[in-house]
């Protein structure tokens, strides 16, 4: 499963929504970044399926999640693990 995580969001309220109704159990709000875990969907796809696009009013950037480092929760760190591995059929 691929981990994306959106962040500098104009519309934070209304993206994080898009992301937890289109992604329930593959998304994940943390501070002003959202994280979401998919299969099958590129960069793009995520960010449009959320609400980003080319509307200069939905601004934001998305990248996926390859590798990571930092201090913070916990919970956060185990979930993201959980994700990365987990596969379609899991």
Not at 20 to 43: C, L, M, Q, W
């Amino acid at each position: 499963m691929q981990v994306f995580v959106a962040f500098n969001i104009g519309d934070f309220n209304a993206v994080s929504g898009m992301a937890v109704r289109y992604y329930p159990k593959g998304s994940r709000v943390e501070g002003d970044s959202i994280f979401i875990a998919t299969d099958g969907e590129t960069t793009r796809q995520v960010a449009t399926r959320i609400g980003l696009g080319d509307d200069p009013s939905s601004n934001g950037i998305v990248v996926p999640v390859t590798s990571y480092w930092g201090r913070y929760d916990r919970d956060l760190w185990e979930w993201l693990s959980a994700k990365q591995r987990a596969d379609s059929n899991g």
